[in-house]
C-alpha cells in the first residue's frame, strides 16, 4: 500500500502541494445458515484511495475506486480545492500514535470451516420455530500518509451475527437481532449461551394472540429499541451540527440534559468496543472522550476540520464513508450509560411492559428528537408470565426521553452505521405516548 502513497504523494510535491493519503484494503466474508446447513457463503474484497491536498490556500479531495497509484487523483483533487476556493491552512505535522494502544491487539476476524459448522448448527431444530442466522466478518488494512512525515497503518475488523427468528403459533411471532464483537468466538458463545434460546421464547410469546386489553404500570425499552430511538440524538452531539444551526443542544455545555447518573462516553478502543480503531480517518489518536457525566452536557465530537473551525481540538471523530468519501464527525464507539441498575424483571405487585423490537419509524426529526414508531412488546405480570401486548406505537421526543430515564436492565445492545457502533443497555422510562 505505501508505494502508491509514495507515489501520490510525490506527484503532488511536483505540483508544488501538500498532500495526505487514505487508503483502505476491504475484505468481508459473509454466509447465510437455515435448516443445518449453509445456504450461501459469498467473499469479497475492494480497494479505495482517497486524498486530500492543500495548494495556495486551497483544499482538494478526491477519491479512486479501486485503490492504487494514479498521478490524475492527485490533478482531479487541486481542481476540486480550486473550485472550492480558499481554505483554512493545512493542519500540522503530527507525531503517529502508537500502532495498538488500548487492552489487546486490534481484531482480526474470519469466517472458517468451524464458524461456519457452528452457525449451521445453532440453525437445525426445525420445530414450531425458524431459525435464520446471517454473519459477516470484516476486515479492514488502512494506511494514511501525509507527505513528509511516517505512514500510519492498523488492521481492524469486526464480526456481525444477525439472528431472524420466526415462530409459528396461532400467529407468526417475529424478532430479529444483531450481535457485533472482534471474533467470531466471542459473539457465538453469546449466541450458544443465551441469546438465542432468549429470542426463541420470545418469538414463542409473540405467537401468541395479542392480550386484549393493553394495561401496564412501567415500561421497559429493551436496548435493541433503546438504541435505535438515541440514534436519532446522536448527531446533535457531533460538532458540524453545532457548527451549522442544526444541533438543539448548541449553546447548552454545562447543563443538565438527561436524568442523574446518565453518562454518554466515546470510545473506539474501549474492551466490548467492537471496531477498535487507534486512529481517525485523519490521523488523530483515538481516545474516551465523555459528552455527557451524570446527565450533565460536557462537549461534542469533533473532527480535524470542525476543531479547527471552533478553536478547539479534535477528539479523534473524523471518519470516511464506506467508499472513502470526504470526513464527517461520527462516533466510533458510542455507550450511552444510565445510572441505576433495576433488572428487567416487574416490580413487586406491578405489571411491566416491556417493549422488545421497533418494527420502523413513522415519523421522526433527527433536528428536534421527536419520534413515532411501530414496535412490539410483552406484558409481564406481577408472577412473571408473559403475555403478547401485539404492535404498538411509541411517540415522544428522544432528548426528553434522556431526563426521564430512572434505571437501566444491564443488558447492551448496539446498532452499526458503517464504522460508527452505538450502545444502550434497556431503560425504564415513563417519557412515551404508549398506544395501539
Same mark, same amino acid.
Given at each position: 500500500?505505501?508505494?502508491?502513497?509514495?507515489?501520490?504523494?510525490?506527484?503532488?510535491?511536483?505540483?508544488?502541494?501538500?498532500?495526505?493519503?487514505?487508503?483502505?484494503?476491504?475484505?468481508?466474508?459473509?454466509?447465510?445458515?437455515?435448516?443445518?446447513?449453509?445456504?450461501?457463503?459469498?467473499?469479497?474484497?475492494?480497494?479505495?484511495?482517497?486524498?486530500?491536498?492543500?495548494?495556495?490556500?486551497?483544499?482538494?479531495?478526491?477519491?479512486?475506486?479501486?485503490?492504487?497509484?494514479?498521478?490524475?487523483?492527485?490533478?482531479?483533487?487541486?481542481?476540486?480545492?480550486?473550485?472550492?476556493?480558499?481554505?483554512?491552512?493545512?493542519?500540522?505535522?503530527?507525531?503517529?500514535?502508537?500502532?495498538?494502544?488500548?487492552?489487546?491487539?486490534?481484531?482480526?476476524?474470519?469466517?472458517?470451516?468451524?464458524?461456519?459448522?457452528?452457525?449451521?448448527?445453532?440453525?437445525?431444530?426445525?420445530?414450531?420455530?425458524?431459525?435464520?442466522?446471517?454473519?459477516?466478518?470484516?476486515?479492514?488494512?488502512?494506511?494514511?500518509?501525509?507527505?513528509?512525515?511516517?505512514?500510519?497503518?492498523?488492521?481492524?475488523?469486526?464480526?456481525?451475527?444477525?439472528?431472524?427468528?420466526?415462530?409459528?403459533?396461532?400467529?407468526?411471532?417475529?424478532?430479529?437481532?444483531?450481535?457485533?464483537?472482534?471474533?467470531?468466538?466471542?459473539?457465538?458463545?453469546?449466541?450458544?449461551?443465551?441469546?438465542?434460546?432468549?429470542?426463541?421464547?420470545?418469538?414463542?410469546?409473540?405467537?401468541?394472540?395479542?392480550?386484549?386489553?393493553?394495561?401496564?404500570?412501567?415500561?421497559?425499552?429493551?436496548?435493541?429499541?433503546?438504541?435505535?430511538?438515541?440514534?436519532?440524538?446522536?448527531?446533535?452531539?457531533?460538532?458540524?451540527?453545532?457548527?451549522?444551526?442544526? *444541533?438543539?443542544?448548541?449553546?447548552?455545555?454545562?447543563?443538565?440534559?438527561?436524568?442523574?447518573?446518565? *453518562?454518554?462516553?466515546?470510545?473506539?478502543?474501549?474492551?466490548?468496543?467492537?471496531?477498535?480503531?487507534?486512529?481517525?480517518?485523519?490521523?488523530?489518536?483515538?481516545?474516551?472522550?465523555?459528552?455527557?457525566?451524570?446527565?450533565?452536557?460536557?462537549?461534542?465530537?469533533?473532527?480535524?476540520?470542525?476543531?479547527?473551525?471552533?478553536?478547539?481540538?479534535?477528539?479523534?471523530?473524523?471518519?470516511?464513508?464506506?467508499?472513502?468519501?470526504?470526513?464527517?464527525?461520527?462516533?466510533?464507539?458510542?455507550?450511552?450509560?444510565?445510572?441505576?441498575?433495576?433488572?428487567?424483571?416487574?416490580?413487586?405487585?406491578?405489571?411491566?411492559?416491556?417493549?422488545?423490537?421497533?418494527?420502523?419509524?413513522?415519523?421522526?426529526?433527527?433536528?428536534?428528537?421527536?419520534?413515532?414508531?411501530?414496535?412490539?412488546?410483552?406484558?409481564?405480570?406481577?408472577?412473571?408470565?408473559?403475555?403478547?401486548?401485539?404492535?404498538?406505537?411509541?411517540?415522544?421526543?428522544?432528548?426528553?426521553?434522556?431526563?426521564?430515564?430512572?434505571?437501566?436492565?444491564?443488558?447492551?445492545?448496539?446498532?452499526?452505521?458503517?464504522? *460508527?457502533?452505538?450502545?444502550?443497555?434497556?431503560?425504564?422510562?415513563?417519557?412515551?405516548?404508549?398506544?395501539?
Amino acid at each position: 500500500m505505501s508505494e502508491a502513497s509514495d507515489f501520490l504523494n510525490a506527484t503532488a510535491a511536483e505540483r508544488g502541494a501538500d498532500c495526505e493519503v487514505w487508503e483502505n484494503a476491504h475484505e468481508t466474508d459473509e454466509l447465510v445458515c437455515r435448516d443445518g446447513a449453509v445456504e450461501r457463503r459469498v467473499a469479497t474484497a475492494a480497494t479505495a484511495t482517497a486524498l486530500t491536498v492543500w495548494k495556495d490556500g486551497t483544499e482538494g479531495y478526491a477519491v479512486h475506486i479501486p485503490g492504487g497509484a494514479d498521478a490524475s487523483l492527485v490533478d482531479t483533487a487541486l481542481a476540486v480545492g480550486r473550485a472550492l476556493g480558499s481554505a483554512p491552512p493545512a493542519p500540522a505535522h503530527r507525531t503517529p500514535p502508537p500502532a495498538e494502544p488500548g487492552p489487546g491487539p486490534l481484531a482480526d476476524p474470519r469466517l472458517d470451516e468451524t464458524v461456519a459448522q457452528r452457525l449451521a448448527k445453532l440453525t437445525a431444530d426445525p420445530g414450531d420455530v425458524d431459525v435464520e442466522l446471517r454473519a459477516r466478518a470484516d476486515r479492514s488494512r488502512v494506511l494514511l500518509h501525509r507527505a513528509g512525515g511516517e505512514p500510519l497503518r492498523h488492521t481492524t475488523g469486526t464480526f456481525q451475527l444477525q439472528a431472524r427468528i420466526t415462530a409459528k403459533g396461532r400467529r407468526v411471532g417475529f424478532i430479529a437481532h444483531q450481535m457485533f464483537g472482534r471474533s467470531a468466538d466471542a459473539v457465538l458463545a453469546d449466541a450458544e449461551g443465551t441469546e438465542l434460546a432468549e429470542l426463541t421464547a420470545l418469538a414463542r410469546v409473540l405467537a401468541r394472540d395479542p392480550v386484549p386489553h393493553l394495561s401496564h404500570d412501567d415500561v421497559l425499552l429493551d436496548g435493541r429499541v433503546m438504541v435505535k430511538l438515541f440514534m436519532l440524538a446522536v448527531p446533535a452531539f457531533q460538532l458540524d451540527s453545532v457548527l451549522e444551526g442544526r *444541533s438543539p443542544l448548541a449553546g447548552r455545555t454545562g447543563e443538565r440534559i438527561g436524568s442523574a447518573g446518565l *453518562s454518554l462516553v466515546d470510545d473506539p478502543l474501549a474492551a466490548d468496543s467492537p471496531l477498535p480503531t487507534p486512529w481517525d480517518d485523519e490521523g488523530t489518536a483515538c481516545r474516551a472522550t465523555t459528552l455527557l457525566e451524570d446527565g450533565v452536557l460536557r462537549g461534542f465530537l469533533s473532527s480535524r476540520r470542525t476543531a479547527a473551525e471552533a478553536g478547539t481540538v479534535s477528539t479523534g471523530s473524523g471518519r470516511r464513508g464506506a467508499s472513502g468519501e470526504m470526513p464527517t464527525v461520527q462516533p466510533g464507539f458510542l455507550a450511552l450509560r444510565p445510572g441505576t441498575p433495576l433488572g428487567d424483571a416487574p416490580r413487586d405487585g406491578r405489571t411491566l411492559l416491556k417493549v422488545v423490537q421497533a418494527n420502523g419509524a413513522h415519523t421522526s426529526n433527527v433536528i428536534t428528537g421527536d419520534f413515532s414508531i411501530g414496535a412490539n412488546a410483552v406484558l409481564v405480570t406481577p408472577d412473571g408470565a408473559q403475555h403478547n401486548a401485539g404492535n404498538i406505537t411509541l411517540a415522544g421526543n428522544v432528548f426528553e426521553l434522556l431526563t426521564r430515564i430512572d434505571g437501566h436492565d444491564g443488558r447492551p445492545r448496539v446498532n452499526r452505521g458503517h464504522t *460508527s457502533f452505538v450502545t444502550s443497555p434497556g431503560v425504564w422510562t415513563s417519557g412515551l405516548t404508549i398506544g395501539r
